[in-house]
């Protein structure tokens, strides 16, 4: 890695000497016969050539080579650690929560992966871990399905009689804590279609999870039930995510900026 960096630094010294010869030496002499003198010894093209196609691309080779050893060699002192943290309580892994994370990882420089069920994401990188979204929409909206109450009416149910059915269901939710809403929540924004009839008991429960999932979309509720991820990695950038996920990434519920523990204070700057 050393020997890397030394080479590295010789050849960015060669590259400014011919540099600054092409520059001044050649480029700007006034007497013309000295100016024909050197253009004889050498070409000031191929001076120019051996400096970008020779010094300035071998030296970019070597310290990229050297960046990938020391990279490697620093795993080899790293210490793993695994983390089990919630979700941020705002709309998931949008933006600011999956970019906070990414800048932890990258303040250390090592590798994090983020584990949600049976998929793996590059914590070190923001657009990986908000793919992970997608699914933990999905997860949400199965898990609320066990908490939809099967509809207790007998018999077929009123198409006028079916709405406020769901609308109750929905605010049994809300007011338990399941479900939360980001506006004020009426009966007359669901758009549940029940007007082709009468509607089964049964098909209640698929009306509210179809409605919960519009509502969602629409950014208008959120589930509010455990999700959890897996951080594994370095210990020092897994300790801060772990710092950040308590202080719900920096956000209320609400999505507003709030002050992050000292300790991870660096990420504001």
Do not use: W
Request: hydrophobic share 40%; aromatic share 8%; glycine share 6%.
């Amino acid at each position: 890695m050393r020997g890397c960096i030394s080479i590295a630094l010789h050849l960015a010294e060669i590259a400014r000497t011919f540099t600054h010869f092409y520059e001044r030496h050649e480029s700007e002499i006034s007497y013309e016969s000295a100016r024909e003198n050197i253009e004889r010894i050498i070409d000031k093209n191929n001076i120019l050539d051996f400096t970008v196609n020779y010094c300035l691309f071998h030296c970019y080779r070597h310290l990229e080579t050297g960046g990938d050893l020391a990279q490697d060699f620093l795993k080899r002192f790293v210490v793993a650690e695994k983390v089990e943290v919630n979700i941020p309580t705002y709309m998931g892994f949008h933006v600011r929560p999956a970019t906070l994370v990414m800048k932890i990882v990258k303040h250390y420089g090592s590798e994090v992966k983020m584990q949600l069920d049976d998929e793996v994401y590059d914590a070190g990188s923001a657009l990986d871990i908000f793919r992970a979204n997608e699914k933990i929409s999905a997860t949400k909206r199965r898990l609320i399905l066990k908490e939809i109450r099967p509809c207790e009416e007998k018999g077929e149910i009123a198409a006028e009689k079916a709405k406020p059915i769901i609308y109750g269901e929905l605010d049994r939710l809300v007011k338990e804590g399941k479900l939360f809403t980001y506006e004020d929540l009426s009966i007359d924004d669901l758009t549940c279609t029940t007007d082709e009839g009468p509607v089964k008991p049964e098909e209640i429960k698929s009306f509210v999870a179809e409605e919960i999932k519009r509502l969602m979309a629409a950014g208008k509720i959120d589930i509010r039930l455990d999700v959890k991820v897996t951080f594994t990695g370095d210990i020092r950038a897994v300790k801060d995510i772990e710092a950040l996920a308590k202080a719900n990434y920096g956000e209320d519920e609400k999505g507003n900026n709030i002050e992050l523990p000292a300790k991870i204070a660096y990420l504001r700057k």
